[in-house]
């Protein structure tokens, strides 16, 4: 960490003095990696003398041991900081400036106190290792394996803006000179089964390592921008604490553990490659391309050494080569696949699905919408305007084609859907079904018929809506909607949410079967991003993220399921299912009022549909009524989109030269995964015996305890026994052939008697 301003101005005056150097600073850069470029804006610009290069082998006196160097001082800085060292070590990892004219690396190199190394000792308090950051210096590099012995000032370097003492930095050398050395025994990587302790890592800062076993792709979000992924150990993902326990002290607790146990990779690179004023878009990402998309979850066995390093404020696995440009430097290996659509049993489907600013409208036609840009400098998605979604005619086809590809391999009966355009909210046009009308038409020509069809909006709508909305689109030959939908429009969700939109449907049968009737209310609570405005006291506490774990807004998605649970009663007696959008993990508060309220929680069970900030959990519900929850079969969530890099969203199309849009599949469609219930809603129709009874009975069909069939085939059968009855009651079929054979003997009798006469 820097020192005061004041004693880092003396010390470095004063060294510049004895040593003839220019007075040009060593400095943090100016970009926040959170919110710009990783990109260094000053670098230190030692002075370094023809003597600099790499001479021939001399004798060495009073040397300083790197571990003395690394030795805390104040806090985690060098107690040598800005003090004048020679020190002795091995090269472990080299990252020559301008190797790569299009991506700025770490230029320098990593020495370690020759025959270190092996076994970790956990007890260690200083490091072997060091980093000699060579800046705009004209000395020659040396080379992984050589043997040097460098002279220079001792620093520290965080990479954050306003670094306190308190900041985490890296220690380092400014060479002065850099000559070959003799008689250093080579370096052994230490080997770790984990992530270090803090105080640990500090113990190993700098030193050559190899993590053993597996560890997991955590998450992936900085890869398209930096190149590095977050990685833990073991064969899972670390998981959002609140979708575990209960937020507060539990979750608090749950989320320390975490962190503890995630680090990075990193490319040995520091430029940020989505900022298309540099250049870093056009070399090969170094941990994912096409065909080997990385995802979340992927698992990752480290095949080389890497360097623990400190890098803009936490420790990193750094290659020993920049591996941005360079894959096949890459120190891993990554395996994993991309799962296939889950199929689930039942005779109905209905699935739910944020599908990420769906707006058939673009920003190119709204006046004044600007956008964000691709490497060829072209709009690819809206920038602060009304539209949210594509700007360009390109990129709405690249998001829709996945979109389409996605809802189409669910294959579901009816989806409930989020984040679609509402054009009349948006000013664009009075047709509220304008975006659902273009999706629909875009699933039937991809489906090569009319297979799909969309539930209109209702009659009466909130005077105030969102700019998206939620919308059900079916499939016209399994399903039929009964009545109208209805929005639910309550102040719970006014200018803070998307209101709730129910819907009755019954399964379409043929004459042998009959199928239960359901209603779907799909939802979309206030997000976690921000809290309402204009609020105060106790509504201002309750919406302001306190730490808990439930992020923004929490009171306010707390009122939203209250007025969820009250909507719903109305459907009481009906199979109804609430599915969406909530925006809260699985044991948050809004989901324990459903769960207090009645409602089944069917979805989850460890299945994640989003990912954030290196946490995996479940945003998309899917709730029950006690009607309903028998009928279910099973639910499960795709893992189409949350695990995937946001590399592979329409909305990066053309960011890179060597990654194509994948335009062939549905993977990374939206940024939430949809989740998938199945329904066992239709029966059959109980038939009527065939054939006449044996012992026919007006008792029988009158019968209270036969089971019921069709009532027009029942009361046939019964008004066939009843006559059949009456029939036989007059003995006619009986009697007849009776009295024609008496008649018949006693004509024969008469005739016989007249012939005796």
Not at 104 to 125: C, H, N, V
């Amino acid at each position: 960490m820097l020192r005061a301003k004041k004693r880092t101005v003396i010390g470095a005056l004063a060294a510049f003095s004895l040593f003839g150097m220019p007075l040009a600073a060593y400095a943090d850069p100016s970009e926040d990696p959170t919110s710009g470029s990783e990109t260094q804006a000053s670098t230190p610009t030692p002075s370094v003398e023809a003597s600099a290069h790499v001479r021939q082998t001399r004798a060495v006196s009073a040397l300083v041991s790197i571990p003395d160097i690394q030795t805390p001082g104040d806090g985690d800085d060098s107690q040598l900081i800005n003090q004048t060292v020679e020190t002795k070590g091995v090269v472990t990892a080299a990252y020559p400036k301008g190797e790569n004219a299009n991506l700025k690396g770490l230029e320098g190199f990593t020495i370690q106190t020759p025959g270190t190394g092996g076994t970790w000792d956990p007890a260690r308090t200083a490091s072997d290792g060091l980093f000699v950051f060579m800046g705009k210096s004209s000395a020659t590099m040396p080379s992984i394996g050589d043997c040097v012995v460098v002279k220079g000032k001792v620093a520290e370097y965080s990479g954050v803006k306003n670094a306190t003492a308190a900041t985490q930095s890296l220690t380092q050398l400014l060479p002065q000179s850099i000559t070959a050395a003799t008689d250093c025994d080579p370096v052994k990587p230490t080997e770790l089964s984990g992530v270090p302790t803090q105080d640990q890592m500090e113990a190993l800062e700098s030193m050559l390592v190899l993590p053993k076993d597996t560890w997991t792709i955590t998450d992936n979000y900085k890869t398209n921008r930096y190149g590095t992924r977050s990685l833990t150990p073991g064969t899972e993902v670390l998981r959002t604490a609140t979708d575990v326990v209960a937020p507060g002290a539990a979750a608090q607790a749950y989320e320390s553990e975490n962190a503890a146990k995630t680090i990075d990779l990193d490319d040995a690179s520091t430029t940020d490659l989505t900022n298309f004023k540099q250049n870093g878009h056009k070399e090969r990402y170094a941990y994912l391309a096409n065909g080997a998309p990385a995802r979340v979850g992927y698992h990752v066995t480290f095949t080389k050494p890497v360097v623990l390093e400190s890098r803009f404020g936490s420790f990193v696995f750094q290659p020993t080569q920049m591996t941005a440009g360079n894959p096949d430097r890459s120190p891993v290996t990554i395996t994993g696949e991309r799962p296939a659509a889950p199929t689930v049993s039942g005779d109905t489907k209905v699935a739910t699905f944020n599908v990420l600013n769906y707006f058939s409208d673009l920003g190119e036609n709204e006046l004044g919408c600007k956008g964000y840009e691709d490497r060829n400098h072209k709009y690819v998605t809206d920038k602060n305007c009304k539209l949210r979604g594509a700007w360009s005619s390109q990129a709405f086809a690249n998001q829709q084609t996945k979109i389409v590809q996605a809802i189409n391999t669910i294959d579901a009966d009816v989806v409930a859907l989020e984040e679609i355009e509402n054009p009349v909210a948006s000013g664009v046009s009075t047709d509220r079904d304008g975006a659902l009308k273009s999706l629909v038409n875009a699933l039937n020509a991809a489906a090569g018929s009319e297979v799909w069809a969309y539930v209109p909006s209702p009659s009466t709508v909130p005077a105030n809506e969102d700019v998206i909305r939620i919308a059900f689109i079916y499939k016209k030959a399994k399903i039929a909607p009964v009545g109208d939908s209805v929005i639910y429009d309550d102040p719970a969700y006014t200018g803070l949410a998307r209101q709730p939109l129910a819907q009755e449907f019954k399964p379409i049968t043929d004459v042998n079967h009959e199928g239960k009737n359901f209603v779907v209310i799909a939802n979309h609570f206030k997000s976690k991003g921000s809290a309402p405005k204009n609020l105060s006291g106790a509504e201002a506490a309750a919406n302001t993220d306190n730490g808990d774990g439930q992020g923004n807004s929490n009171g306010v998605r707390v009122k939203q399921a209250r007025a969820l649970a009250t909507f719903a009663q109305r459907f009481n007696g009906t199979p109804t299912l609430l599915v969406g959008d909530f925006n809260a993990y699985t044991m948050e508060d809004p989901l324990k009022v459903l769960t207090d309220a009645g409602w089944a929680h069917e979805s989850g069970h460890g299945d994640s549909s989003y990912v954030y900030g290196g946490r995996s959990g479940s945003m998309d519900h899917v709730f029950a009524n006690s009607a309903a929850h028998p009928l279910i079969t099973e639910v499960k969530s795709w893992a189409v989109n949350a695990q995937e890099s946001i590399a592979f969203e329409y909305s990066r199309a053309n960011y890179n030269a060597y990654l194509a849009f994948e335009a062939d599949n549905p993977y990374r469609a939206s940024d939430h995964n949809p989740e998938i219930i199945g329904l066992n809603l239709i029966t059959p129709i109980a038939q009527p015996p065939v054939g006449p009874s044996a012992q026919p009975s007006d008792q029988a069909s009158t019968n209270p305890s036969a089971p019921a069939g069709n009532p027009e085939q029942s009361a046939s059968a019964t008004k066939a026994k009843q006559k059949r009855s009456k029939l036989a009651s007059t003995g006619v079929n009986e009697t007849i052939p009776l009295a024609l054979g008496a008649l018949v003997l006693g004509v024969i009798a008469c005739a016989m008697r007249r012939r005796t006469l």
